[in-house]
Nanobody
Framework: VQLQAFGGGLVQAGGSLRLSCAAS????????TGWFRQAPGKEREFVAG????????RYADSVRGRFTISRDNAKNTVYLQMNSLKPEDTGVYYC?????????????????WGQGTQVTVSS
């Protein structure tokens, strides 16, 4: 599976961005997608995820109510809508995917990764 993340940019605090993660080469219809971010000097952290077979979603406490994960199955694309952005949301955002059942919070559980897209929120 190849993943390509895009849609990052520079935005003022309070603004919105929508990240996209386009997938190709997927052979399994049972999979989970995760969005992670990594700020300079920090570990990669879970932001949002979904297990699509049951439409189960999970969010980090820091983004719940502001971010929404969704997908367009026809376009093989997963989105992360980010509203009310804060400077602490700044980082490189990665999408990741893993086949099989379950929704995971640890980056080590994901098999495939996109290249990352930079999100910068200015105060």
């Amino acid at each position: 599976v190849q993943l390509q993340a895009f849609g990052g940019g520079l935005v003022q605090a309070g603004g919105s961005l929508r990240l996209s993660c386009a997938a190709s080469g997927r052979t399994s219809s049972v999979y989970a997608t995760g969005w992670f971010r990594q700020a300079p000097g920090k570990e990669r952290e879970f932001v949002a995820g979904a297990f699509w077979s049951t439409f189960t979603t999970r969010y980090a406490d820091s983004v719940r109510g502001r971010f929404t994960i969704s997908r367009d199955n026809a376009k093989n694309t997963v989105y992360l809508q980010m509203n009310s952005l804060k400077p602490e949301d700044t980082g490189v955002y990665y999408c990741a995917e893993t086949p099989g059942y379950g929704l995971w919070f640890s980056p080590s559980r994901y098999h495939y990764w996109g290249q990352g897209t930079q999100v910068t929120v200015s105060s």
